[in-house]
T-cell receptor
């Protein structure tokens, strides 16, 4: 079955630390990849997306992600986190041929000021 | 103002009753989705629909039902067969790009 795995359930960082959140998906065909963020009390928002082309994707608020097809991975990175990045982050995979959009378990990020 | 509207925001029901959660979108999206969000389990797909009058089961469809009679609407019914219905439910829609989400409905069954 198709699945998405996020390896880190809860990450705690100090401000200015670098961030990398892992995401792997199980399906080897054509996929579209997304990272969403959910700030406390708010609805899910898109951080960035990959459909095709340059595997290094830049999103909002200084986030970027790299698609590595051979590893079925789409890891999220940010060079220097801020307290305002405290949120839950979700990796998602869309399988265009099937219309499914599947999410990982989420990673809760806490940034200490 | 375009977007996805879920109503109500909070819903309380007695055990054994069916309850229907509303989801409406005015984004002209073909695809719509229902997810259940529980702490530590992420968003789990309940049902999805790519086109009017057609929908498919997701990973946790048991105890739920949906309809897609109009492009704009994708209501979810939580039936009495759902063993653990208390949860936060999210509806989403997508066109050719990313999905957009509603604010969610928190259902509490007592």
């Amino acid at each position: 079955a198709q699945s998405v795995s996020q390896h880190n359930h809860h990450v705690i960082l100090s401000e200015a630390a670098s961030l990398e959140l892992g995401c792997n998906y199980s399906y080897g065909g054509t996929v579209n990849l997304f990272w969403y963020v959910q700030y406390p009390g708010q609805h899910l928002q898109l951080l960035l997306k990959y459909f095709s082309g340059d595997p290094l994707v830049k999103g909002i608020k200084g986030f970027e992600a790299e698609f590595i097809k051979s590893k079925f991975s789409f890891n999220l990175r940010k060079p220097s986190v801020q307290w305002s990045d405290t949120a839950e982050y979700f990796c998602a995979v869309n399988y265009p041929g099937e219309g499914k959009l599947i999410f990982g378990q989420g990673t809760e990020l806490s940034v200490k000021p | 103002d375009g977007g996805i509207t879920q109503s109500p925001k909070y819903l309380f029901r007695k055990e054994g009753q069916n309850v229907t959660l509303s989801c409406e979108q005015n984004l002209n999206h073909d695809a719509m989705y229902w997810y259940r969000q529980d702490p530590g389990q992420g968003l789990r797909l309940i049902y999805y629909s790519q086109i009017v009058n057609d929908f498919q089961k997701g990973d946790i469809a048991e105890g739920y039902s949906v309809s897609r009679e109009k492009k704009e609407s994708f209501p979810l019914t939580v039936t009495s067969a759902q063993k653990n219905p208390t949860a936060f439910y999210l509806c989403a829609s997508s066109g050719r790009a990313e999905a957009f989400f509603g604010q969610g409905t928190r259902l509490t069954v007592v």
